[in-house]
């Protein structure tokens, strides 16, 4: 069974672009989180989707924004890129919402800002 | 204001003995915990979880403790073996906030051969 597919895996972009990136759940799963990661941090939760509707958002700002496909396939953007956007973002697929089911994680993208 | 604190960024253990990872939490409301364990260039991989109805969950090498009144939970690995050098996640959530995860810093845990 396939896992969690992130594409691209790196990515360089410069302030002020605009970037999608794209996540491919494991087949079955409905619900798709997005998490980013920096030094330091924990994974700071931006948002999930299931059945093509936002169910949950995290603190950040409306440049960042996500949608779902009916294969479950989902992207995020990330508009008018600033410096401290470069990270690691992560998608997390697991078969529903509202439960305490594991999430399996792809192996993220990595974002940078020049 | 960090729900969830993993306060040792890293720990160096020798392969065979113990390894005790620590997370503390502040969110009473908190009543799922996880871990997950994550090697460079790749995503997390879930580990090991725990309800706040019970206090200990064991699977093979690896043990979740949990005291409530203390808001503290630690995995426990026996014995440490150099494939668990990795990063270690504390992840919680509660049920009235839709089981989102909130996540820890996460250790880095050194297996010394």
């Known amino acids: 069974k396939a896992g969690v597919t992130q594409t691209p895996r790196y990515l360089i972009k410069t302030r002020g672009q605009q970037v999608t990136l794209s996540c491919s759940p494991i087949?079955?799963?409905?619900?798709v989180s997005w998490y980013q990661q920096t030094p330091g941090q924990g994974l700071q939760f931006l948002f999930e989707?299931?059945?093509?509707?936002?169910?949950n958002k995290g603190n950040f700002p409306g440049r960042f924004s996500g949608r779902q496909f009916s294969n479950s396939r989902s992207e995020m953007n990330v508009s008018t890129l600033e410096l401290g956007d470069s990270a690691l973002y992560l998608c997390?697929?697991?078969?529903?919402?509202?439960?305490?089911?594991?999430?399996?994680f792809g192996d993220g993208t990595r974002l940078s800002i020049l | 204001d960090q729900q969830v604190k993993q306060n040792s960024p890293s720990l160096s253990v020798q392969e065979g003995r113990i390894s005790i990872l620590n997370c503390d939490y502040t969110?009473?409301?908190?009543?799922?915990f996880l871990w997950y364990k994550k090697y460079p260039a790749e995503g997390p991989t879930f580990l090991i979880s725990?309800?706040?109805i019970k206090d200990k969950n064991e699977d093979g090498r690896f043990t979740v403790f949990l005291n409530k009144s203390a808001k503290h939970l630690s995995l426990h690995i026996v014995p440490s073996q150099p494939g668990d050098s990795a990063v270690y996640f504390c992840?919680?959530?509660?049920?009235?906030?839709?089981?989102?995860?909130?996540w820890g810093a996460g250790t880095k845990l050194i297996i010394k051969p």
């Open positions: 997390a697929s697991s078969l529903s919402v509202g439960s305490n089911q594991p999430q399996h």
């Open positions: 087949s079955g799963h409905r619900s």
């Open positions: 989707y299931f059945s093509e509707t936002q169910r």
């Open positions: 969110n009473s409301m908190f009543d799922y």
């Open positions: 725990i309800s706040s």
């Open positions: 992840a919680a959530s509660a049920t009235g906030s839709n089981y989102q995860l909130i």
